[in-house]
């Protein structure tokens, strides 16, 4: 199971209306082992496209950096559909190298970048295999968890 704060959230789904028509793209990161998506890092798509994202090599490469250095990893990798379900693509499947990760896509298709609901889910995709998870928002993420 997800959890997410109602911050991070809206974050995503901002993101996601803002980019829309072209797909958007970035991470949550956390502290390392502790599955908490505590720091939004929005990315640019470097495709630049309305159906197919791309992280800017340059700066995936300082993300990994600042990751490593604060000792936190990607608890989410997330990004949106624009035209299609939130469901992952067979490009989106190949793509998944983060294991413990929670990917999760926002399909921005029914209402645009205006100001209707959209479809957010939570996948876990390990060794091309993907599994749809439950999401939880919460107002907050408790600190003792």
């Not at 704060?5 to 028509?21: F, N, S």
């Not at 970035?26 to 159906?51: L, Q």
């Not at 939130?86 to 298709?109: M, Q």
């Amino acid at each position: 199971m997800l959890t997410i704060d109602q911050a991070t959230y809206d974050a995503i789904v901002g993101h996601a209306k803002r980019d829309h028509p072209d797909e958007a793209c970035g991470i949550v990161a956390g502290p390392e082992g502790t599955d908490r998506p505590e720091r939004f890092i929005e990315m640019v798509n470097a495709a630049g496209s309305p159906t197919f994202y791309e992280f800017d090599s340059t700066e995936l490469l300082q993300l990994y950096k600042d990751l490593w250095a604060n000792d936190e990893e990607p608890v989410i990798v997330y990004h949106s559909h624009t035209a299609t379900e939130a469901y992952p693509s067979r490009t989106d499947i190949g793509l998944a190298n983060e294991p413990n990760a929670h990917y999760v896509l926002v399909s921005t298709r029914e209402h645009g970048n205006d100001s209707g609901p959209v479809e957010f889910r939570s996948y876990r995709i390990v060794d091309g295999t993907v599994t749809e998870e439950e999401i939880s928002v919460v107002p907050t993420l408790d600190p003792a968890v």
